[in-house]
């Protein structure tokens, strides 16, 4: 299959366009400019919409709406924008409206810095809006994943009704690498579901879209249906072990730090070192049950991120503190390195 | 001669408006007028919060609900989505003049091609009557006790004489639905703008004018009053901008 | 060219002034080794970092699948200004090689930890009748040819496949060769 080679941001547009997107709408927001600038250039040729929002709050309202129309739409933004997201991606959820949103991290709090962090865990698995709001999180490292997911998240997100949040860093969005697209599907004509508000055409009874439940019993008897859809999602829940079975330590980590927790288990492993990694490409609902599995054996634990430890609270939990968890961490924009990370576990390994 | 009757697309149901409050009418306003162009089965209301976030139980057309002050983005999503339906946010005065001016504004200078009917009867109604962005100077409210102090509050906004403003505006009026003959002429500036709409001129906005005797502390007729005697002369009836967007 | 099996890892920094091809640089060298079938990736500086005219990309290629893209210590290291010189070259990783214009960088650095090579690669460039922003081409060129990652029919294919400009592939070659005659 041919291959080209283009920057994450870039692929996950063109990606998007391919699962069938129709509408985007976003505000601009570094590091994830070049998403829209993609779709400004292309998503008119399949004949959809882009649409550069007053702010970011306008953006998810604008897909709020478009979502309930049962049109398929993205939007995509930065960890600041995100925050401002957030009141509009309760409203969906609470009105069960499928959509992805791409929050490609930049480092906080306030303005931060642009380069690379993963200090927005927190907010992409657990505080996406007020309420009893879970939302799925995928969490590729690599621009094909990238590419593969995306489909993927738009299919999710049609099939359990909920936004859908494809959680990156500034790196993978601005990293080029090959990747390939598949042929050319011949676009399916879309029938609007039968949930959508679309006009009734006098053919139906009027249907309203809303997140509004003012009696107790309605609104409890919708959490828990919501919640009981949700779980379908956990089978769904990926994730990747390497060289766990005979591992001392499993190093875990997500995106781009996944990538340099392989750097390290290599050299390590050069070294006699007995490393494994375990890498969560969905972070939400978090891998429980294969993150066990995948430690049985293992003595001690470590968790690399590129925040002060996000992630490291929920392998702590998953694992059901019956492993020792140590955190390695860096922030500010820096990516760790794999030396670094060798070194701390060198340092773990004398206590063992 | 016609019998008056309840219009099609107004479903039999009894509001939860307060006695005397007008937003009954205008939604009997806008369901003649739905009624009138034949297009229940194409029309798309978007209803945000305020009193008026229960419209989706009386008109007989699709309905979404907004958050609070995002119903002009969300009728932009409506809309772009669905470009053959005949799309409206029926908004309150926080909603269109408080927390959702820039979504307002936006959605009017980027000349979308929807229906805002902004209800202003100048008080936050569903809250419990706290002080809105068009509450008249003095005028007391839960949070103004003492009266709408300028000098500290602020001035109301005039709405449509801002839309004006905007290139995609294809038309921005004010009217009331204080007696008769304005609820007749309100029903005619609604009619309009939906027909502008169809035409696809451009952004409609019409300003209703109404009360809160709840909240203002008013009975129904007093507060007919006071809509007359100190709104009407704040806020001026009449087409403000009129002519498709270019 | 694939055989990926004994393809060893190279982390290249390619750095500069905004103008001079930097980019587009890094963009050949991952394309050749797309072509190649080899992992590769290309990172920028991004951000405010790249306005004020200083800008670098990182490309890794490798027979296996690539950790960081991030390069911290480059084995190859292409050096077309004196900010990048004095902030980069330090950085060479043990046994690596530092390319750098002379033509533009009047410095030497004094290390036995790894090469420096000195190449007026935009005189060069120019005195061939290219023009200037070929010069870090003409590096290039140079740099295949010491590590042997590639061929020159795969330089030129991915040449056609970087550039937009037909008018720009013949004398992109022509750098190539010129650094490969080095």
Redo the contacts between chains.
């Keep these: 299959m041919k291959?080209t080679?283009m920057k994450g941001n870039e692929a996950i547009a063109e990606a998007a366009i391919r699962a069938g997107c129709?509408?985007y709408?976003g505000y601009p927001i570094?590091?994830q400019n070049e998403i829209g600038a993609y779709l400004s250039q292309h998503l008119h040729k399949k004949g959809g919409?882009f649409?550069q929002?007053?702010?970011e709050?306008?953006?998810i309202?604008?897909?709020?709406?478009?979502?309930?129309?049962g049109?398929r739409?993205m939007t995509s933004s930065s960890s600041p924008g995100i925050s401002l997201k957030t009141?509009?991606i309760s409203?969906m959820v609470g009105?069960d409206l499928p959509c992805v949103i791409v929050s490609v991290q930049r480092g906080g709090p306030g303005l931060g810095t642009?380069?690379p962090s993963q200090a927005d865990y927190m907010q992409a698995t657990k505080a996406l809006g007020h309420g009893d709001v879970h939302v799925p999180v995928f969490a590729p490292c690599s621009v094909q994943e990238m590419v593969d997911i995306t489909t993927e998240a738009f299919d999710l997100a049609d099939e359990f009704l909920t936004p859908v949040v494809i959680l990156l860093d500034?790196?993978l969005g601005?990293?080029?690498?090959?990747v390939s697209f598949g042929d050319d599907a011949v676009e399916q004509k879309r029938e609007y579901p039968d949930w959508a508000?679309?006009?009734?055409?006098?053919?139906r009874e009027?249907?309203?879209?809303?997140?509004?439940r003012l009696h107790p019993e309605e609104l409890e008897e919708t959490l828990i249906a919501r919640q009981a859809r949700m779980e379908g999602v956990k089978a769904r829940t990926r994730s990747q072990a390497v060289n766990c079975e005979d591992a001392d330590i499993v190093v875990v980590a997500y995106g781009?730090t996944a990538?340099?927790?392989?750097?390290?288990m290599?050299m390590a492993r050069a070294e006699g070192f007995k490393i494994g990694t375990f890498r969560p490409i969905t972070v939400a609902p978090f891998p429980d049950k294969q993150i066990k599995a995948a430690c049985k054996n293992a003595k001690q634990v470590l968790v690399v991120e590129m925040s002060l430890g996000q992630m490291v609270h929920d392998v702590k939990a998953a694992l059901e503190f019956s492993v020792p968890v140590e955190f390695y961490g860096r922030q500010g924009g820096f990516?760790?390195?794999?030396e670094e990370i060798f070194e701390k576990i060198k340092e773990m390994t004398v206590s063992l | 001669m016609p019998k008056f009757s309840r219009p099609k697309s107004l479903v039999d149901k009894q509001t939860h408006f307060c006695p005397g409050c007008l937003h009954g009418i205008i939604h009997r306003i806008i369901a003649e007028v739905i009624d009138e162009l034949d297009v229940e089965g194409t029309t798309i209301g978007v209803f945000p919060v305020g009193c008026g976030v229960f419209g989706y139980w009386y008109l007989g057309c699709d309905t979404v609900s907004a958050s609070h002050g995002r119903a002009c983005a969300v009728a932009t999503g409506v809309k772009r989505a669905r470009p053959d339906r005949l799309v409206f946010s029926y908004q309150g005065d926080g909603d269109m003049m408080a927390i959702g001016t820039g979504e307002a504004i936006h959605a009017a200078a980027r000349g979308e091609n929807f229906t805002s009917i902004f209800v202003n009867n100048a008080i936050y109604g569903m809250t419990g009557g706290q002080m809105a962005p068009t509450s008249m100077p003095g005028q007391k409210t839960q949070t103004t006790p003492f009266g709408r102090d300028t000098a500290a509050a602020g001035f109301p906004i005039k709405s449509v004489e801002m839309f004006a403003t905007l290139d995609g505006v294809a038309l921005a009026q004010r009217v009331s639905v204080h007696d008769a003959k304005h609820v007749r002429e309100a029903k005619a500036a609604i009619k309009k703008a939906f027909e502008i709409q169809l035409r696809g001129e451009g952004f409609s906005v019409i300003e209703v004018l109404s009360t809160c005797p709840t909240n203002w502390g008013m009975t129904p007729t007093n507060s007919i009053k006071w809509l007359e005697e100190n709104m009407i002369p704040y806020y001026p009836l009449g087409v403000t901008k009129e002519g498709a967007v270019k | 060219m694939s055989n990926n099996s004994n393809f060893k890892l190279h982390e290249i920094l390619i750095a500069g002034f905004g103008g001079q091809g930097v980019l587009f640089a890094g963009k050949l060298l991952a394309n050749i080794a797309m072509i190649d079938e080899r992992e590769v990736t290309w990172m920028p500086s991004y951000g405010p970092a790249m306005r004020g005219g200083v800008c670098n990309c990182a490309v890794c290629i490798s027979g296996t699948l690539i950790g960081s893209p991030v390069v911290h210590h480059p084995d190859t290291l292409i050096c077309m200004n004196g900010p990048s010189f004095d902030k980069f070259v330090p950085n060479v990783r043990k046994g690596g090689t530092a390319y750098i214009d002379s033509s533009i960088i009047e410095s030497t650095y004094d290390t036995n930890d790894f090469n420096c090579q000195y190449i007026p690669a935009t005189t060069l460039a120019t005195d061939n009748g290219l023009k200037p922003g070929l010069g870090i081409i003409v590096i290039l060129g140079k740099v295949i040819k010491d590590t042997g990652i590639t061929d020159l029919e795969t330089v030129k294919k991915a040449i056609a496949e970087t550039t937009h400009k037909t008018d720009m592939i013949d004398a992109n070659v022509k750098a190539i060769e010129i650094g490969m005659s080095l």
Excluded at chain 1, 61 to 69: H, L
Excluded at chain 1, 197 to 203: A, D, L, P, S, Y
Excluded at chain 1, 206 to 212: A, G, K
């Design positions: 291959k080679l129709k509408c709408f570094t590091p919409t649409l929002a007053e702010s709050i306008g953006a309202n604008m897909v709020y709406g478009c979502a309930a129309t049109t739409c009141e509009g409203y009105a642009i380069q500034g790196l601005q990293m080029m690498e090959p508000v679309t006009g009734h055409e006098n053919k009027y249907r309203n879209i809303t997140s509004l781009t990538r340099v927790i392989q750097s390290a290599e990516v760790p390195g794999p």
